[in-house]
């Protein structure tokens, strides 16, 4: 359960805390071709690193991040100006 919570909290303080605005809209623009895009992943892979500070854990921050940057890229490319 504490592993669940701090993955949650690495989330949530990822995508609400750490990434800028002008990040959301530049990735609203460019899309893919967005350097902001893999920024924000980066950060998210360094956080989950942190808040679970293991290891033999560093596999899960690794698919965080690869599944992280499937789901933006997949919500960026169907997102239409509405």
């Not at 592993?3 to 805390?17: P, Q, R, T």
């Not at 989950?48 to 940057?69: D, E, G, M, R, S």
């Amino acid at each position: 359960m504490m592993l669940l919570l701090k993955l949650i909290l690495a989330h949530l303080v990822g995508d609400f805390l750490l990434q800028p605005y002008a990040w959301v809209k530049e990735k609203e623009s460019k899309k893919l071709a967005s350097n902001k895009l893999y920024f924000h992943v980066g950060i998210h892979l360094l956080l989950n690193f942190l808040f679970l500070w293991n290891l033999k854990l560093w596999y899960v921050p690794l698919i965080i991040a690869v599944t992280h940057l499937a789901i933006d890229a997949w919500k960026l490319s169907f997102q239409n100006e509405k």
